[in-house]
């Protein structure tokens, strides 16, 4: 299982940056897909969330109206475009996974956790 993030850098206050996770070893399109983001010091907190299906998303009330989470389910990838940002976002972002399914009685659930993509917001 692979979760690989990419798209981090240093932008100003104000700027625009789209994060990126590739994922393989997994059933993608049956797993819904979260960003979190833990800055120095602090716990990691969730940022936004993705159905399985594209069709449902939620944000942190300090997000909202600025990211938007996204995912191609043929690509296996989920997205999440930052704009209006702002320094209190600096932190280490990580795409996380939850993998479930199995027939009644079965059923299984792994959550899969990416390296992480450092977003700096500085003038």
């Known amino acids: 299982v692979q979760l690989v993030e990419s798209g981090g850098g240093l932008v100003q206050p104000g700027g625009s940056l789209r994060l990126s996770c590739g994922a393989s070893?997994?059933?993608?399109?049956?797993?819904?897909m979260s960003w979190y983001r833990q800055a120095p010091g602090s716990e990691r907190e969730l940022v936004a969330i993705?159905?399985?299906?594209?069709?449902?998303?939620n944000y942190a009330d300090s997000v909202k109206g600025r990211f938007t989470i996204s995912r191609d389910n043929t690509k296996k990838m989920v997205y999440l475009q930052m704009g209006s940002l702002k320094p209190e976002g600096t932190a280490v972002y990580y795409c996380?996974?939850?993998?479930?399914?199995?027939?009644?009685?079965?059923?299984?659930?792994?959550?899969?956790w990416g390296q992480g993509t450092q977003v700096t917001v500085s003038s």
């Open positions: 993705i159905s399985s299906t594209g069709s449902s998303t």
């Open positions: 996380n996974a939850l993998d479930v399914g199995g027939p009644p009685g079965a059923e299984y659930q792994y959550e899969y």
């Open positions: 070893g997994f059933t993608f399109s049956l797993s819904e």
